[in-house]
């Protein structure tokens, strides 16, 4: 390590602690929609509230799906979240009512309602408002503790790449990542589908035997996948931003993963189970293995990331992009200066110093550590202050059913 990551070693703010031990960088509010129905009426009670601390969630879908459930389940258990409001119209298979009995559960206040039964529209969002204003002043009393870098975990994925993401954007995240495991804390990666090529190098980083296991079937399912699809993850947009291949990509965005050995492969919603570096498998299992069921897309890869308890995300972008991510604040990274100043506004960090040779690798992993302790210590991203708070829940199928327990 360099000077100024053995500086961070010591670093330490305020976290919120929840009953289960955990440690949280923010103390959310999370209003959740049980049904598309519902929609409108949660996203008015959130509108009403207009407090920084307050989020949307939902899942649009009425009929029933284990995933999706187990996906709101996983941000109802999230850190970050201090307290629950569930709303539904009342004739979905989703039942809020069980949702906020397992935010209550976790020690976390909550409420449900059915809009039938709230009388429409109006009551239902003034109920849900005056609910929700009770929940923010007792989210203040939530209890303080100290927090380090070994306490977090961080996703990253890659989306909008372009020449520079394998070259400097996901390379620092990579090297940020390594230091991460060495102080103890925890890194998720995720697109397995953008590994196509790159099986015997993931291989390779396997730390044990049952970790090989998990990553040969997560890469074998993937390809398969990618096959039924007959698509490979290259998009248009990683042609006009220099990409020319899959195996050109699959390189850039394996190595934001880092070199540290690779404990495990992970599904949505499961909590990793000690420190270290993990794979999120997102890749839906056996006869679900159709385009368009999964709708694949970066919002449902930052969701993932979040379920599985990341308190911060990270984007990779080339190209740029503005999306923020529902729970878990956003930091979204580059390593195009054009873009990075051209999109000022939204990009967070600019890697490019890397390819221009001004800075080096250890000094960009430091600074992108630093900026990460800022926002662990209540600093807002540019996503959160914008309101960026984007969520994809999909129906899926996963074989293996996982719940982060307690």
């Known amino acids: 390590m360099n000077k100024g990551w053995e500086k961070l070693k010591d670093k330490v703010w305020m976290g919120y602690r929840r009953r289960d031990g955990g440690l949280g960088?923010?103390?959310?509010?999370?209003?959740?929609?049980?049904?598309?129905?519902a929609e409108q009426v949660a996203r008015r009670i959130v509108e009403e509230l207009h407090h920084t601390d307050v989020e949307l969630l939902g899942f649009d879908g009425c009929t029933d799906n284990q995933y999706a459930v187990n996906l709101l389940i996983g941000m109802i258990r999230h850190p970050n979240v201090g307290a629950v409001l569930v709303v539904g119209l009342g004739c979905e298979y989703v039942q809020p009512e069980w949702l906020a009995d397992i935010?209550?559960?976790?020690?976390?206040?909550?409420?449900?309602?059915?809009?039938?039964?709230?009388?429409?529209?109006?009551p239902a969002v003034e109920r849900?408002?005056?609910?929700?204003?009770?929940?923010?002043?007792?989210?203040?009393?939530?209890?303080?503790?100290?927090?380090?870098?070994?306490d977090l975990v961080v996703g990253a994925e890659c989306g909008g790449s372009d020449y520079t993401s394998g070259l400097a954007g996901n390379v620092v995240v990579g090297k940020f990542y390594d230091h991460l495991v060495e102080l103890g804390g925890t890194a998720v990666f995720e697109e397995i589908v953008e590994a196509i090529g790159l099986c015997d190098i993931l291989l390779d980083r396997a730390a044990n035997d049952t970790a090989r296991e998990e990553i040969r079937y997560t890469y074998k399912k993937a390809l398969e996948y990618c096959r039924s699809v007959r698509q490979y993850s290259v998009s248009p947009g990683n042609f006009a931003g220099g990409l020319s291949t899959i195996e050109e990509k699959s390189m850039g965005a394996v190595i934001k993963s880092g070199s540290q050995?690779?404990?495990?492969?992970?599904?949505?919603?499961?909590?990793?189970?000690?420190?270290?570096?993990?794979?999120?498998?997102?890749t839906p299992d056996s006869h679900w293995m159709q385009f368009g069921i999964t709708n694949p897309n970066d919002s449902e890869g930052l969701t993932a990331l979040a379920a599985c308890g990341a308190h911060i995300v990270f984007l990779v972008t080339g190209r740029g992009s503005v999306v923020g991510s529902a729970i878990a604040p956003c930091v979204k990274i580059t390593g195009n200066h054009e873009t990075f100043l051209h999109m000022s506004e939204d990009m967070e960090f600019d890697a490019s110093p890397l390819l221009e040779g001004k800075k080096n690798l250890d000094e960009l992993s430091w600074e992108l550590a630093?900026?990460?302790?800022?926002?662990?210590?209540?600093?807002?991203?540019?996503?959160?202050?914008?309101?960026?708070?984007?969520?994809?829940?999909?129906?899926?199928?996963?074989?293996?059913?996982?719940?982060?327990?307690k």
Request: glycine share 8%.
């Open 25 to 37: 960088i923010r103390n959310r509010l999370l209003v959740i929609y049980t049904v598309k129905c």
């Open 370 to 405: 630093d900026y990460v302790s800022e926002i662990a210590a209540g600093q807002m991203t540019k996503s959160e202050a914008l309101g960026h708070r984007e969520f994809f829940v999909p129906y899926k199928y996963q074989e293996k059913t996982v719940l982060p327990c």
């Open 261 to 282: 050995p690779i404990q495990g492969v992970l599904k949505v919603t499961e909590l990793p189970r000690y420190a270290g570096l993990w794979l999120l498998d997102t």
């Open 103 to 122: 935010a209550e559960q976790e020690g976390k206040p909550a409420r449900w309602m059915f809009i039938q039964r709230e009388g429409g529209t109006r």
């Open 128 to 150: 849900g408002a005056e609910w929700g204003k009770q929940a923010l002043r007792m989210l203040l009393h939530t209890e303080r503790a100290e927090m380090h870098f070994s």
